[in-house]
């Protein structure tokens, strides 16, 4: 089975700290993707990578940034959280290619910023 | 753009009722649809896909049937279970043009099943 693993399923920051949310994929996969989730708003797309160093804005990149130096490893930074960035954070791989059909999610971290 | 708008929660059903979840799409194209399901404390995870007009996707008694002509993928079950309890998520992905790897979701529907 598909793995995917987050460092911490519940974080609590304050204002202007630096965040590293780390992910950990354990099946090769080429593509991964971090969202947040908010209630009445769904899922929405951060970042998305599509192999080592590569990466791409998705939906709502203002005030994140990714790295992604290892295949298996992707991680959101937030420079300076602000409480607007209390959320739930999940980060989901998939296959690369034609083939990219279904996204394996991890349990999700709940960021708190105080 | 494309979207996804699904009927908004929270659905309340009696343990054996059957269950139906709105969801429909704007999107360019013939892209692929998705049921994602997500339990109390848990990630998302896949329920079922139809990746074509007039495919049924189905899984754990849950089923879905694209439908081209209405733009909709409505999610049916026809006995809920207590453990079905759980948010459920709507989902397309484009199947053309460069942005074919992107996930849009709908905003999610609420279902608590009382025995």
């Known amino acids: 089975d598909v793995k995917v693993t987050q460092s911490s399923r519940y974080l609590v920051k304050r204002t202007g700290e630096k965040v590293f949310l780390e992910c950990v994929q354990d099946m090769d996969h080429e593509n991964m993707f971090w969202y947040r989730q908010d209630p009445g708003l769904g899922l929405r797309l951060i970042y998305f990578?599509?192999?080592?160093?590569?990466?791409e804005k998705g939906d709502i990149p203002e005030g994140y940034s990714v790295s992604r130096e290892k295949k298996e490893r992707f991680s959101l930074i937030l420079e300076s959280a602000s409480t607007n960035q209390t959320s739930m954070y999940l980060c989901?791989?998939?296959?690369?290619?034609?083939?990219?059909?279904?996204?394996?999610f991890g349990p999700g971290t709940r960021l708190t910023v105080t | 753009g494309n979207s996804v708008t699904q009927m908004e929660g929270p659905v309340t059903l009696s343990e054996e009722a059957f269950l139906t979840i709105n969801c429909t799409y704007t999107a360019t194209g013939y892209p692929s649809l998705f049921w994602y399901v997500q339990y109390p404390g848990e990630g998302l995870q896949l329920l079922l896909k139809a990746t074509k007009a007039d495919d049924k996707g189905s899984n754990k008694g849950f089923e879905a049937t694209y439908r081209k002509e209405t733009t909709s993928f409505h999610l049916e079950k026809g006995s809920v279970q207590v453990s079905d309890s759980a948010v459920y998520f709507c989902a397309l992905r484009p199947n053309s043009g460069g942005s074919n790897y992107k996930l849009t979701f709908g905003k999610g529907t609420l279902l608590t099943v009382n025995p």
């Open positions: 990578s599509y192999d080592v160093k590569m990466k």
């Open positions: 989901a791989s998939s296959l690369g290619g034609a083939t990219s059909y279904e996204q394996y």
